[in-house]
Structure formats: structure tokens, C-alpha cells
T-cell receptor
Framework: DAGVIQSPRHEVTEMGQEVTLRCKPISGHNSLFWYRQTMMRGLELLIY????????DSGMPEDRFSAKMPNASFSTLKIQPSEPRDSAVYFCASSFRSNRETQYFGPGTRLLVL | AQSVTQLDSHVSVSEGTPVLLRCNYS??????LFWYVQHPNKGLQLLLKYTSAATLVKGINGFEAEFKKSETSFHLTKPSAHMSDAAEYFCVVSDRNAGNMLTFGGGTRLMVKP
């Protein structure tokens, strides 16, 4: 199994630009999670999906952030417009819904907004 | 509410000496506890997990952790550190009252000196 796949691995953009991060979960997993990691705040859960449906987006910082999961094998996290304070590493993780606490993480996308 | 406190943000050991990374948790229910490791520029990898079976849990790469309910602790140990153990380690708690969602500690950076 290839594990959780994220793209791009690195993204550098200018303030105000739209950023789209992509995630392919492990085949068969039906829960998907987006996390953000920063030095100041550590690892924070942004949103998670069960069976492609968003369940809890209370961690999404503001309306500039949106996430979708159009099918079981693909999810996106979009930031529009991006700001320098969005600079962080964004992780995607997946799990079985029946064992949601055992999550498998992707390698992350390192985002730098100038 | 659940929470995790990692008592040391940085730990430095010499190669071949024991490793101790400390973790205390707070949970309103019988928790599940995890240790994840993150190598530089990599995603998080599950080291081990405790889910109410044996209190001494063995993980990968020679690591183990002991669940002590009376002390609300879940410290991570390894008898002999290897250079490849240098990484950041996260203690994580989840419980049913929080929907089995993961709460991460702030992380401990382990440095291994030759």
C-alpha cells in the first residue's frame, strides 16, 4: 500500500493567492482528517470526514479555508485568499471509521505564504 | 475534556544510553493513548498504542510505554538510544467522550549525541 499521499510536498505562494492542497487516503479507509502543524500551536485538527461527508469543521480557522471530499479517494483543502499566517505544514490522515483513533498520516505539505 | 502534557520539549541523550520521554494525560473516560514519531520533514508514524489491554505496550524500533492510571502517565522508554531515534515524539490521547478524536501533546524533540 502506498500510504496516504499528499501533494504538493512544498508550496510557496504570495499573499492573496489561492492555494489547493490534495490528499489521497489509504484505499478502504473511510475517515479522513486534515491537520495543521505550526511551531506556536502544534498539531491542530482542522476538519474530518466520514464516508466523504464533513463531520466536524470546528477547527477550520476562518472562512478563507474550505475542504471537500468529492469521493472516497480524494480530498482537497483550499485557502483563498492565503495570508502569511497560514504558513504551516498541513497533514492529511486517514483511518477506518470503526477505528478512527488509529490514524495514518501522509508526509505533509509545507506551505509558505510570502 | 482531554489533554496531554509532554513534560520536556527537548531531551538530549548519548547514543547507547536509555531514553525517557514523559507524558501525562487528562481524560474523563478510559483513554486510548498513543506515541507518534515524526522524523525531520516527514509525516507522523505510529510507534505504539494502549487501548486498555496490557499496561506495558511494546512498539516498533525497541520503544515501549507503560500506562499508569494512578499517575495518569504514559511515559515512553527505550533501553539504548540509536542515532536514528533523533526525531520529534508526540504523546496522543483519545477517548469516547471526545468522539475518539486525537488530542496531541506539544511534542518532545529527542537529540542523540554520538
Amino acid at each position: 500500500d502506498a500510504g496516504v499521499i499528499q501533494s504538493p510536498r512544498h508550496e510557496v505562494t504570495e499573499m492573496g493567492q489561492e492555494v489547493t492542497l490534495r490528499c489521497k487516503p489509504i484505499s478502504g479507509h473511510n475517515s479522513l482528517f486534515w491537520y495543521r502543524q505550526t511551531m506556536m500551536r502544534g498539531l491542530e485538527l482542522l476538519i474530518y470526514f466520514n464516508n466523504n461527508v464533513p463531520i466536524d469543521d470546528s477547527g477550520m480557522p476562518e472562512d478563507r479555508f474550505s475542504a471537500k471530499m468529492p469521493n472516497a479517494s480524494f480530498s482537497t483543502l483550499k485557502i483563498q485568499p492565503s495570508e502569511p499566517r497560514d504558513s504551516a505544514v498541513y497533514f492529511c490522515a486517514s483511518s477506518f471509521r470503526s477505528n478512527r483513533e488509529t490514524q495514518y498520516f501522509g508526509p505533509g505539505t509545507r506551505l509558505l505564504v510570502l | 475534556a482531554q489533554s496531554v502534557t509532554q513534560l520536556d520539549s527537548h531531551v538530549s541523550v548519548s547514543e547507547g544510553t536509555p531514553v525517557l520521554l514523559r507524558c501525562n494525560y487528562s481524560s474523563s473516560y478510559s483513554p486510548s493513548l498513543f506515541w507518534y514519531v515524526q522524523h525531520p520533514n516527514k509525516g507522523l508514524q505510529l510507534l505504539l498504542k494502549y487501548t486498555s489491554a496490557a499496561t506495558l505496550v511494546k512498539g516498533i524500533n525497541g520503544f515501549e510505554a507503560e500506562f499508569k492510571k494512578s499517575e495518569t502517565s504514559f511515559h515512553l522508554t527505550k533501553p539504548s538510544a540509536h542515532m536514528s531515534d533523533a526525531a520529534e515524539y508526540f504523546c496522543v490521547v483519545s477517548d469516547r467522550n471526545a468522539g475518539n478524536m486525537l488530542t496531541f501533546g506539544g511534542g518532545t524533540r529527542l537529540m542523540v549525541k554520538p
